[in-house]
């Protein structure tokens, strides 16, 4: 290999009105070492890494060459597999989103819907993984059947809004036991309250709330909060009580697979997707909401908070991965106390890596490359890496994809 396999990149910001403002913003901090000049006032959502169109990341060399074009020009980085596979392209979106007020209640479509709803990115669907860098809150599948029920039961307005013969039929129904009934009873409940009047939402949101204000309770907490940062009746503030109310310390991680509902609400985390934008909105936004074809394209899958967490596997010494059931992407932490080094044995693919935190340094093929909070790497396939950390400590992760 006449060429390098290792290139520091620079990645392009996103400013979405849910993220954090300024240097409280992770995004925003890890931007500012890649010489991107701060404003405190504006809001820095998403730091995006890979070959997406919409905010391609560029090696920060004289020319500044897009990554695309580095893979072009040189397909081993990627393995001539996976270069025809995707077509030039990374598989996958790396990013580091820092959320100060909920972003919407929204599922992705899978490969078959995605073709028929959206035309720039027919071929592609958006399974995403979300790993917190900070303590993290979600919202994430629906909640276990008895749940709902009781929920139906406490808030009234709820079950004003969904009616009486449909709250019926459901509790009828999950005595059974019968998983295909069930998830349709579930979606009956949805569809009904999805469809509400707006007239009819705004009445019962106002009684619920006025209920619940002085009510020193998680739920009733959550309640408030998201109709100060959506009011005027948005729909997404029932969904809450159907859905899991998810929280993350550091470290932990969920999947979001295709046609899951779900909305991240606050804190700051990792985040690898298929390379995608296709989404379907269902509330928690002031823009568009499909509904009939959220109704339609959800699983109806149910069960328990903390099923919908991952459990990584050892990756090295000082290492986690975390493997998602789909080809497009997998991500390691890598954790370093002062002095300690981790060694990866090549990946047969393309990878990214973010520093999160500390510093380091970073060898390959007989080069090294400084490692500081906010640095991004590519990083080509088929290559040993080692990491020193030093004093601080040092802690990255690294998103790559292999072929199949």
């Not at 979300?130 to 276990?144: K, M, N, S, V």
């Not at 991680?253 to 995608?276: R, W």
């Amino acid at each position: 290999m006449t060429h390098s396999a290792i290139y520091r990149l620079l990645a392009k910001t996103q400013s979405y009105d849910w993220g954090k403002l300024g240097n409280v913003s992770k995004v925003a901090r890890y931007a500012q070492q890649s010489g991107e000049t701060i404003d405190p006032a504006k809001p820095y959502a998403e730091l995006w890494m890979g070959t997406h169109p919409n905010a391609p990341s560029v090696v920060m060399d004289d020319a500044h060459t897009p990554l695309k074009e580095l893979i072009h020009e040189y397909p081993e980085l990627s393995t001539q597999t996976l270069y025809e596979q995707y077509n030039g392209d990374l598989p996958f979106l790396f990013k580091i989103l820092s959320i100060r007020k909920a972003l919407s209640i929204q599922a992705h479509p899978d490969k078959t819907l995605g073709a028929r709803l959206f035309k720039e990115f027919p071929n592609t669907y958006k399974p995403e993984m979300a790993i917190a860098l900070t303590p993290f809150e979600a919202l994430c599948g629906f909640r276990p059947l008895d749940e709902i029920a009781a929920h139906i039961e406490r808030y009234p307005e709820m079950a004003e809004l969904i009616g009486a013969d449909v709250a019926q039929q459901f509790y009828a129904t999950i005595q059974e036991d019968d998983e295909a009934q069930n998830k349709a009873a579930l979606k009956s409940v949805f569809s009904a309250l999805m469809h509400s009047s707006q007239e009819d939402v705004t009445a019962q949101l106002s009684k619920l709330l006025d209920r619940l204000r002085d009510t020193e309770d998680p739920m009733a907490e959550l309640v408030v909060r998201l109709d100060q940062q959506y009011p005027g009746g948005d729909i997404g503030i029932f969904s809450t009580l159907l859905l899991n109310y998810v929280t993350m310390e550091p470290g932990q991680a969920m999947f979001l697979g295709a046609n899951e509902p779900h909305a991240y609400l606050s804190g700051d985390c990792v985040e690898c997707m298929a390379a995608s934008d296709n989404v379907v909105r269902a509330g928690l936004t002031p823009k568009f909401k499909d509904v009939d074809v959220l109704v339609d394209m959800l699983t109806y899958r149910y069960g328990s908070a903390e099923s919908q967490k991952m459990t990584p596997q050892s990756f090295g010494q000082h290492s986690l991965l975390y493997d998602p059931p789909i080809d497009e992407f997998s991500v390691a932490l890598t954790q370093l106390k002062s002095g300690e080094t981790e060694e990866h044995e090549p990946v047969p693919g393309p990878s990214i890596m973010i520093v999160t935190g500390g510093n380091g340094t970073l060898k390959a093929e007989g080069s090294e490359f400084e490692l500081e909070e906010g640095y991004i790497y590519f990083i080509g396939a088929n290559i040993v890496i080692s990491a020193d950390a030093e004093e601080s400590g040092l802690e990255f992760y690294r998103a790559f994809t292999v072929p199949t």
